[in-house]
């Protein structure tokens, strides 16, 4: 086993534990903001760890704009994003917002562009799920604590016409 494997892994077990959510739920977000930022939406803390992107949407509730620093899974012209909330009892606030408004933008390796939402169904999500696996194995973790279906989402690049 190779060093990056022995801190992937170290990593994994830890980020499945309760007390590693209830730290880096509210200081994550913050700190892949801020390197975002700082980096012209280059990069994100998170990617240290796995491929993320930062998803801009409208509040549902709000119709306000919010950001949320989200880990991917890249596939062609777009991401797979899971709702974890880190295994919390609710969905994240960023799901309904995707619900109530599918359209949306990704900034992802410091480009933004447009994207499409797509809630997957039980059976797209089976067919995926494995692969998201491979990204982050936590998510069976956070589907055990959190006691709900983790909602799975399609983000497709809209192209500018």
Do not use: C
């Not at 562009?113 to 995926?128: Q, R």
């Amino acid at each position: 086993m190779t060093v990056r494997q022995r801190f992937d892994s170290g990593i994994q077990r830890l980020a499945g534990t309760v007390v590693f959510a209830r730290v880096a739920r509210p200081v994550m977000p913050v700190l892949d903001r801020v390197t975002h930022r700082l980096t012209g939406g280059r990069f994100l803390l998170s990617t240290v760890f796995v491929p993320a992107l930062v998803l801009h949407t409208t509040g549902a509730k709000s119709g306000l704009p919010r950001e949320s620093p989200l880990a991917s899974l890249p596939d062609g012209d777009g991401f797979y994003v899971v709702g974890s909330n880190w295994g919390g009892a609710s969905h994240p606030a960023w799901t309904a917002n995707l619900i109530a408004h599918p359209d949306a933008s990704v900034t992802y390796r410091g480009r933004t562009f447009p994207i499409h939402a797509h809630l997957l169904s039980a059976a797209e999500k089976a067919e995926v799920w494995p692969r998201l696996l491979e990204v982050w194995p936590t998510y069976d973790t956070y589907v055990e604590r959190s006691g709900r279906d983790l909602r799975v989402f399609l983000l497709t690049r809209v192209s500018a016409s």
